[in-house]
């Protein structure tokens, strides 16, 4: 979900271990041209979703570090890839931590459908984020502390 900390937390992972950082949104952007926000008013949610797959089909992921965009997760294909190629941490917060620290989604380049609702795209994404991931990692830390959990427990797998 937007607002989980994917990419800060990513960055820091990547610069603590030397890793380089990858955030699939930042590159569809430089692909593109365009904001993630712009794609989804000119071309639609689902056209979105597939150049968010591609983009995480083309990356390397050796010695790295990917931030994915929260809808990558609709994606069997890519998250069968990423599955397969890294370990994929599931962040979890609740709703009312996306909430407070999104607030308004109406220009954060949320890939949905019109109509539905944050708490609706939030279940639904949070049952596909926990059939996905290797490991679920609490996300309402800090994040500094959440980087460090996840650093942890991977070295410890």
């Known amino acids: 979900m937007p607002g989980a900390g994917k990419t800060t ?16 949104d930042h590159l569809i952007e430089k692909i593109n041209n365009q904001s993630i926000q ?9 056209e979105l979703r597939l150049k968010e797959e591609e983009v995480i089909l083309s990356c390397s992921l050796n010695n790295t570090i990917l ?3 929260g809808s ?3 994606s069997d294909k890519a998250m069968s890839y990423l599955n397969n190629k890294s ?18 989604y109406s220009n954060r380049g949320f890939a949905e459908p019109s109509g539905k609702s944050p708490e609706d795209v939030f279940n639904q994404r949070t ?5 996905w991931c290797h490991l679920t990692i609490d996300g309402t830390l800090d994040a500094d502390t959440v980087a460090k959990n ?3 427990a991977v070295l410890n797998n």
């Open 72 to 74: 990558a997760v609709y």
């Open 150 to 152: 996840i650093i942890k």
């Open 127 to 131: 049952v596909l984020y926990k059939k």
């Open 67 to 69: 931030a994915t965009g």
């Open 38 to 46: 712009d794609i989804l008013d000119s071309e639609g949610h689902a």
């Open 9 to 24: 937390i990513a960055k820091l992972i990547a610069a603590q271990l030397s890793l380089e950082f990858i955030d699939s």
């Open 87 to 104: 370990m994929v941490i599931f962040l979890d917060i609740p709703i009312c931590s996306v909430m407070q620290r999104v607030g308004d």
